[in-house]
T-cell receptor, first 115, second 116 residues
């Protein structure tokens, strides 16, 4: 039973560039959430995708956008990269919209460094 | 914004001792979850406790939830060197707009060091 997978594991970009991160959810899961974790901090919620739509969004600018595909995998896109976007980006998957509270399973993350 | 506040920020103990970490939060919740993170990698889910539960056990882990005080604690008994990691609490509340959960709000974590 495959867990949550993310690619790439590491990425180095320069300011102003654009980046795309990818996530495949745990088998049987249909909801994907993205989090940003700066060094020494707890993860911060970016947005959540279900049925190929963005359902909830955290306090992140429009430079952060996403997409969910019919097979439930997801992409996170960040445009016009800033130095402050350097962080570990985590993807989490769950089943349904977690109205009653469902466990979220996290992938290993993509470490992005912006120079 | 961070909802959960973990206490202490860092904890150092000897193998075999118990470790207790506390978490406080601000708003009403659906559930509270505890995660472990090793060396800045992915988060490993430890336990989920719902708002109508007061205590939950899983192996050497014991979690309590006091919704009146908006606080939770994680107890790791008979700690091992392999328990060395950062521990985070995360709260899940229902979205007012979509009447759904899934937006986890994390605290800053407790860094646990277990010395052999």
């Amino acid at each position: 039973d495959a867990g949550v997978t993310q690619s790439p594991t590491h990425l180095i970009k320069t300011r102003g560039q654009q980046v795309t991160l990818r996530c495949s959810p745990k088998s049987g899961h249909d909801t994907v959430s993205w989090y940003q974790q700066a060094l020494g901090q707890g993860p911060q919620f970016i947005f959540q995708y279900y049925e190929e739509e963005e359902r909830q969004r955290g306090n992140f600018p429009d430079r952060f956008s996403g997409h969910q595909f019919p097979n439930y995998s997801s992409e996170l896109n960040v445009n016009a990269l800033l130095l402050g976007d350097s962080a570990l980006y985590l993807c989490a998957s769950s089943l349904g919209l977690a109205g009653g509270g469902e466990t979220q399973y996290f992938g290993p993350g993509t470490r992005l460094l912006v120079l | 914004s961070q909802q959960g506040e973990e206490d202490p920020q860092a904890l150092s103990i000897q193998e075999g001792e118990n470790a207790t970490m506390n978490c406080s939060y601000k708003t009403s919740i659906n559930n509270l979850q505890w995660y472990r993170q090793n060396s800045g990698r992915g988060l490993v889910h430890l336990i989920l406790i719902r708002s109508n539960e007061r205590e939950k056990h899983s192996g050497r882990l014991r979690v309590t939830l006091d919704t009146s005080k908006k606080s939770s604690s994680l107890l790791i008994t008979a700690s091992r060197a392999a328990d060395t990691a950062s521990y985070f609490c995360a709260t899940d509340s229902l979205s007012r707009i979509y009447n759904q959960g899934g937006k986890l709000i994390f605290g800053q974590g407790t860094e646990l060091s277990v010395k052999p």
